[in-house]
């Protein structure tokens, strides 16, 4: 658990870690007479606009954090930004979750134990993707980095296997939210960073049993934003 | 921002929960279907009766394993396929035994004597159809002559602990249930010599141990001797044992002692034997152990006729029988008076062949299990539950496995009994909770 925490809080550090420097355009004063605060609404310039284009990912990720299970998957989004601030995003993963080191120490002839845990199979989501920040990251004072943060919540469905030798199926309603990072590296590409925490109501066979399961996953590829910035 | 992280975080990393399947079974590891039984007897003094009523009743075991059709070679795998319809009827005339006695005295003082620290006792020390036409008098040759301590002979009829003489006993003759001295003299020949009295600290895990340790040639380094664990297995002690483990072998370990363990690698006290399961998982081999041990009764807390035995002893015994799919057998019991009396040994040894007889087609769980839970798996392929009938009470099945509650094992019927090199796999939900706390 301790080491789940940290490695949490070392992503959403971070995430955050830019937020404060959100840079302020020094522009050449304009006499435009007197703005009160609540006024000033928009303090950066949109370098990489994303509104009405549509957005294509592939990301690689990990499941580290199964207490007997261990999954790799790949991950498909397609994307449409309705706005700088919105937009709607359909993903679908498909991956194979391992026992780990401590379930196969278990299975084994000193405990004789056997979790009736489920390995990640794959699934398929739809979300909707608020982008509150778009920032800049200046690096060692060589490169500035444009990036926005985004939070994403929606629904969908996951299909699991019991890792029990009986191998049942399971198809899990899932909600699911999540929290990344764009690194735009242009006008149409992009670093894309996520951590997605899914949710799902899972049906397990052998106990005939209902279960709240979390399938949290660390995610990062690239993304190709279509039509003009 | 920060009062938003701690639930974001506590989102992330909620921890899955899953019932947790007990899992039996094991792989047929080899078409010899060897058996290797290792005796570790206490020879302390309070132990001489039982050890007398082992050696006397040892024609129950090996008439269990010896049936007068005996003799099926099993040299080649077509001898099985020719033999199979025998093999699954009587599967117990394909075992291969061998026998060896040592004792519990693991500490000896000065010169290891035969059956100290996990030594073997007599000559041969490894008994087995291969080796004598006898196995039976081979076994107690070793037992009553090399192993037992016997108090002095007795000079009045009511003094107790002592051993009688009988003028009038011919060599031969059935010797009844009480050892005396000319029957003695007539299983160790009348010039014998006999060992002493053992360690009055039982420690069967810890000579059972030794006793591996020293039947490889490559033992592991937990054998050694250090200053922690002070055993007394040195360098150049390895194959003093040889050929008590053989490749792909089951092993059972039958400890008969009156007193519960007081081996050295755990604190007193101590009652999970985990410490010398991991131990014994060092060896390739499966162990299987079986014990005649005190009458503790762990369901109740009841120990009748305790002696100097502790409960936390005995447990450990308990569960060491639990975790290895053996079964744990009172030696005294009270009769009808209330008084302790030995209990009857050619029950242990029936069941001693009984267990060894169905090592290939009787599985038994660790716990008891919620039946409906279990499911059974052969080489990866699930196997159906038999259906079985009972007519004039006796219950017969078809392919297929069933669950006998009275031995707490599932058993295989048919077609479905799993072949040699198979691997069998049995999960079920325990009704308890589990006997071991786990790691993670």
Redo the contacts between chains.
């Keep these: 658990?301790a080491r789940?925490?940290i490695l949490?809080?070392m992503i959403?550090a971070f995430i955050?870690a830019p937020?404060p420097a959100r840079a302020q355009e020094t522009v050449t004063p304009i006499d435009l007479g007197l703005l009160r605060d609540s006024e000033i609404a928009v303090v950066q310039k949109l370098l990489y606009s994303m509104a009405g284009r549509t957005e294509v990912g592939m990301q690689m990720g990990l499941m580290p954090?199964?207490?007997?299970t261990t999954a790799l998957l790949g991950n498909m989004t397609i994307s449409r930004h309705f706005s700088e601030l919105l937009g709607a995003e359909l993903a679908l993963a498909g991956g194979y979750g391992m026992k780990n080191g401590?379930y196969r120490?278990?299975?084994?002839?000193?405990?004789?134990?056997?979790?009736?845990?489920y390995r990640f199979l794959g699934r398929m989501v739809g979300s909707v993707e608020w982008t509150p920040v778009y920032a800049k990251m200046n690096w060692l004072g060589r490169k500035v980095f444009h990036h926005n943060v985004f939070l994403l919540g929606g629904a969908g469905a996951t299909l699991e296997q019991s890792v029990?030798?009986?191998a049942d199926l399971a198809f899990c309603p899932t909600l699911t939210w999540g929290?990344g990072a764009r690194i735009f590296g242009g006008s149409r590409t992009s670093l894309r960073l996520e951590?997605r925490?899914d949710v799902m109501l899972q049906h397990?066979s052998?106990?005939d049993?209902n279960?709240i399961?979390?399938n949290?996953m660390l995610l990062i590829g690239l993304s190709r934003l279509g039509g003009a910035s | 921002m920060q009062r938003y992280i701690l639930p974001v975080l506590v989102l992330f990393t909620g921890c899955n929960q899953y019932q947790l399947f007990r899992v039996a079974g094991h792989v047929q590891t080899s078409f010899s279907n060897d058996v290797d039984i290792l005796f570790v007897v206490d020879n302390s003094p309070s132990m001489y009766n039982e050890a007398g009523a082992l050696g006397l009743n040892f024609n129950t075991f090996i008439e269990d394993l010896v049936a007068p059709e005996s003799g099926q070679s099993t040299v080649t795998l077509g001898d099985a396929v020719d033999n199979y319809s025998e093999y699954v009827t009587h599967l117990g005339l394909f075992l291969d035994y061998q026998l060896a006695i040592t004792t519990t005295s693991a500490d000896p003082e000065g010169l290891i004597d035969p059956g100290d620290a996990g030594t073997l006792t007599g000559a041969p020390s490894i008994v087995s159809p291969d080796t004598t036409d006898d196995v039976e008098g081979a076994f107690r040759s070793n037992l009553l002559c090399d192993t037992t301590w016997w108090p002095s002979p007795c000079v009045s009829d009511d003094q107790e602990d002592c051993i009688s003489y009988d003028p009038n006993y011919v060599c031969g003759q059935d010797p009844g249930d009480e050892i005396t001295w000319e029957y003695l003299d007539c299983v160790c020949g009348s010039n014998w010599e006999q060992p002493g009295s053992g360690s009055g600290t039982e420690e069967g895990l810890e000579a059972a141990f030794l006793a591996l340790c020293r039947a490889t040639p490559n033992p592991p380094a937990a054998c050694y001797a250090d200053s922690q664990t002070g055993t007394s297995f040195w360098y150049g002690d390895e194959s003093s044992n040889l050929g008590l483990l053989r490749e792909g072998a089951t092993t059972v370990v039958v400890i008969v002692t009156d007193e519960g363990d007081t081996s050295r690698r755990m604190a007193q006290g101590e009652e999970d034997p985990e410490t010398y399961l991991d131990l014994l998982d060092l060896f390739e081999n499966r162990v299987i152990m079986v014990v005649i041990g005190p009458h503790y009764e762990s369901d109740t807390g009841a120990f009748l006729c305790a002696g100097e035995a502790t409960s936390w002893g005995a447990r450990r015994y308990i569960e060491a029988t639990e975790a290895t799919g053996g079964f744990y057998n009172y030696i005294v019991d009270q009769d009808d008076s209330g008084e302790c009396v030995t209990t009857d040994f050619a029950q242990h040894l029936e069941d001693l062949g009984d267990l060894i007889n169905q090592l290939t087609n009787v599985f038994s769980l660790q716990t008891l299990p919620d039946p409906a839970t279990i499911r059974v798996f052969v080489d990866g392929d699930e196997v159906a539950e038999a259906i079985c009938t009972t007519t004039d009470g006796i219950e017969t099945c078809g392919d297929g496995w069933s669950y006998d509650v009275s031995i707490n094992a599932v058993a295989f019927h048919g077609s479905t009994v799993p072949d040699y090199n198979a691997e069998v796999r049995i999960y079920y939900l325990p009704m308890e909770e589990l006997p071991r706390d786990l790691p993670f």
Excluded: C, N, W
């Design positions: 658990m789940t925490s949490a809080a959403l955050f937020l954090f199964d207490p007997y401590h120490e278990l299975e084994g002839p000193t405990y004789g134990v056997a979790p009736e845990a029990l030798p009986a929290l951590i925490d397990r052998q106990t049993t279960a399961k979390q949290v």
